[in-house]
């Protein structure tokens, strides 16, 4: 028998009320937005590095240092691993990944 799947693995937002932070003023949350992005950004880093070094891959993403990568580079921007030198602004991978953000009040300061 297959476990469920937890609805906050698909959907972080899923348990939260309608603009649960829209009494905030637009500058707090297009602060915790930023503070968001670079949240998931680094634990995905993280998740990736010991994935690598699990793999096998001792330390390279291509030509890339994994460690320089996770702990060099600012965590405003987010890189693509299957498209070498294409990166995005983690705040648009943040709302890509987690579209009930908008629906809880907040909104992409980059739009």
């Known amino acids: 028998m297959s476990k469920s799947i937890n609805r906050t ?4 937002d899923c348990d939260m009320p309608d603009n649960a932070f829209a ?7 297009a602060l915790l937005v930023k503070l968001m992005a670079r949240l998931c950004e680094r634990s995905f880093r993280r998740g990736y590095h010991q994935g690598a070094y699990v ?8 030509k890339i240092s994994l460690h320089d990568w996770r702990y060099g580079e600012s965590t405003d921007v987010s890189r693509w691993y299957d498209r ?7 705040t648009n991978r943040l709302f890509t990944e987690n579209e009930g953000l908008t629906r809880l009040g907040f909104a992409n300061p980059n739009l």
């Open 84 to 90: 070498p030198g294409q990166t995005e602004d983690s």
């Open 23 to 29: 009494h905030l003023t637009v500058k707090d949350r």
């Open 9 to 12: 693995a698909c959907y972080v």
């Open 55 to 62: 793999i096998g891959e001792r330390g390279y993403v291509g």
